[in-house]
């Protein structure tokens, strides 16, 4: 099974809701962490929502169905950030 991967991008001044950046698999996704690592972005695996996410467009604001499931992602970042 080919890695998969998605990074969302939310602004609240300028966006109702977190949009989808990137997107992809294999070479595409090993990439997309690789960036993420390098500037210290968080990274959280839910396979489950990043299949949820692949069928979303780029540079799209995620649906309203999907908020919960991004709330509690970025909850959980926002938490152990600032333990640290």
């Known amino acids: 099974m080919k890695q998969k991967a998605a990074a969302l ?3 609240k001044t300028k966006e109702n ?3 989808l950046v990137a997107k992809g698999e294999g070479k595409t996704a090993t990439k997309i962490i690789e960036l993420a690592r390098e500037h ?3 990274i959280q695996q839910d ?5 949820m996410l692949s069928k979303v467009e780029l540079d799209k604001e995620i649906p309203p169905q999907m908020y919960k499931a991004v709330a509690e992602i970025f909850s959980f970042i926002y938490t152990t950030t600032k333990k640290s």
């Open 47 to 51: 396979e489950d929502l990043v299949e």
């Open 17 to 19: 809701a977190p949009k």
């Open 9 to 11: 991008r939310y602004d």
């Open 40 to 42: 210290n972005i968080p």
